[in-house]
């Protein structure tokens, strides 16, 4: 299956898994437009880009199970119940195991901000923050401190920049 039937069928799949919750359907959208958009104006190679995708597309499938199964649903759990719901649903579209496995790693570390080990992982987070500042009404000084300790992307940065009046770094300070 090519990779773009592979995005459109994944994204119908998560659609269908927030069946009765648009928050949900919308947010994953939103996330996944912005990683797209990241990682082409990071110039992405196509597999990456593809593995990124669809990690965007799946990152919150384990809010469901952890609301289930614990009541609650906070970013640990989030990646705790994540993995395995979505390496279920990779499988069955027969993607390659090195590439699940990636995505199930991103899932199960979308809330774990340090020790970033990737440019895939890096926008997946910068594109997930980018919605939640709008959908959880951050204040000011939280966006901007976020910025300023999570974006280490041009594209990510930019996008963040357009929203929010965050301070653009210095030239000299070796960020951008």
């Known amino acids: 299956m090519m990779e773009a039937k592979i995005l459109d069928y994944l994204a ?3 659609l269908r898994f927030n069946r009765m919750d648009p928050a949900r359907m919308q947010h994953l959208l939103k996330v996944h437009d912005f990683t797209r958009m990241i990682g ?6 196509e597999h990456t880009q593809f593995v ?7 990152h919150d499938i384990g809010i469901r199970p952890a609301e289930e199964k614990y009541g609650a649903s906070d970013g640990k759990l989030q ?6 719901h979505a390496r279920v649903l990779l499988e069955k579209l027969g993607l390659e195991g090195a590439d699940i496995d990636r995505i199930c790693y991103l899932v199960g570390h979308h809330h774990t901000y340090t020790g970033i080990d990737g440019l895939d992982y890096q926008i997946l987070v910068e594109a997930d923050f980018l919605v ?3 959908e959880d009404s951050l204040p000011l000084e939280a966006i901007q401190s976020a910025y300023a300790r ?8 930019e996008l963040c ?13 070796g960020t951008d």
């Open 161 to 173: 920049r357009l929203s929010y009046p965050v301070k653009k770094e210095e030239p000299n300070a």
């Open 132 to 134: 939640n500042f709008y």
């Open 79 to 84: 990646e705790q119940e994540g993995p395995s």
């Open 52 to 58: 990124a995708e669809c990690a965007a597309l799946v």
């Open 150 to 157: 999570i974006f280490r992307t041009k594209t990510g940065k």
């Open 12 to 14: 119908w799949e998560m």
């Open 40 to 45: 082409q104006g990071e110039q992405l190679d």
